[in-house]
């Protein structure tokens, strides 16, 4: 509704895909693109919040690995510097 973007065309895109920012601001699904922190202060804003916005992130449980390693390495996972799985990262070009 808010995006005025007629039912059919929605229901078009709303097959499971995923589409890049540059993507999803073409087809009008997002207003800008921008960082996870752009996003917050955006919000921020609408909401009439001044200042500096107070964000609370939920807390990650970790497994026993982690535990046992973030005593001797503290932080070396938050900062990946510890080997670790395949994981999803988001690169922003400017």
Do not use: C, H
């Not at 601001?25 to 917050?40: F, M, Q, T, Y």
């Not at 107070?54 to 070396?76: D, S």
């Amino acid at each position: 509704q808010g995006r005025e973007l007629p039912f059919e065309e929605v229901r078009k895109l709303a097959d499971g895909r995923i589409f890049t920012g540059r993507q999803a601001k073409e087809l009008r699904l997002v207003d800008e693109i921008g960082s996870e922190w752009a996003a917050i202060e955006k919000a921020a804003e609408l909401g009439g919040i001044e200042g500096k916005p107070r964000v609370i992130w939920p807390f990650r449980k970790r497994n026993i690995w982690q535990e046992m390693m973030g005593g001797l390495f503290p932080g070396a996972f938050q900062r990946g510097l510890w080997p670790s799985t395949v994981r999803a990262m988001y690169l922003m070009k400017p």
